[in-house]
T-cell receptor, first 113, second 110 residues
Framework: DVKVTQSSRYLVKRTGEKVFLECVQD?????MFWYRQDPGLGLRLIYF???????EKGDIPEGYSVSREKKERFSLILESASTNQTSMYLC????????????FGSGTQLSVL | QKEVEQNSGPLSVPEGAIASLNCTYS??????FFWYRQYSGKSPELIMS????GDKEDGRFTAQLNKASQYVSLLIRDSQPSDSATYLC??????????FGAGTRLFVKA
């Protein structure tokens, strides 16, 4: 089975802090994604990567950046956390190519105070 | 802005009944369609995928796709209390991006 592991289940940070969310997948998937999930809004794509060192903006990239130095690891960075970034963050991965189904990690609930 | 729309619910059905969940999408070029189930406090898990018009059955689940009308539905037969969850409709327009609806909460009464 595919395993997508997110390093923290819950995080509490202060406004202005730099925040790192880590995600690791163990199935040699080419594609990795970061979504945030908010009540009533569903999942919204922040960034994705289809190869090592490659990254593409999703629908809501403002205030975020990403890093993919190794195939199995995809990091989401909040350069200066703000209260409106309080959310559930979900990492996902998929096989090479497009139109592929997503495998999700267990999520990180981030609270920015 | 490409959209995927779902009724937020909650949809309440008695145990053993058929639950019908519906979803519409805006992009006629959409190619892949998915249903994910999300239990409270958990991450989404894929339960069905469908790529061509018609019905696709997998156990108690049937996905239906009508590209001309731009809707996709999920039927759950013999609903069980364990089916109580939020069901997310997801659509891929042919690239790397998958767009999700906000989800429909389903409650199956024992």
């Amino acid at each position: 089975d595919v395993k997508v592991t997110q390093s923290s289940r819950y995080l509490v940070k202060r406004t202005g802090e730099k925040v790192f969310l880590e995600c690791v997948q163990d199935m040699d998937h080419e594609n990795m994604f970061w979504y945030r999930q908010d009540p009533g809004l569903g999942l919204r794509l922040i960034y994705f990567s289809y190869d090592v060192k490659m990254k593409e903006k999703g629908d809501i990239p403002e205030g975020y950046s990403v890093s993919r130095e190794k195939k199995e690891r995809f990091s989401l960075i909040l350069e200066s956390a703000s209260t409106n970034q309080t959310s559930m963050y979900l990492c996902a991965s998929s096989l090479e190519g497009t139109n592929e189904k997503l495998f999700f990690g267990s999520g990180t609930q981030l609270s920015v105070l | 802005q490409k959209e995927v729309e779902q009724n937020s619910g909650p949809l309440s059905v008695p145990e053993g009944a058929i639950a019908s969940l519906n979803c519409t999408y805006s992009d006629r070029g959409s190619q892949s369609f998915f249903w994910y189930r999300q239990y409270s406090g958990k991450s989404p898990e894929l339960i069905m995928s469908i790529y061509s018009n018609g019905d696709k059955e997998d156990g108690r689940f049937t996905a239906q796709l009508n590209k001309a009308s731009q809707y996709v539905s999920l039927l759950i037969r013999d609903s069980q209390p364990s089916d109580s969850a939020t069901y997310l409709c997801a659509v891929n327009m042919g690239g790397f991006k998958t767009i999700f609806g906000a989800g429909t909460r389903l409650f199956v009464k024992a």
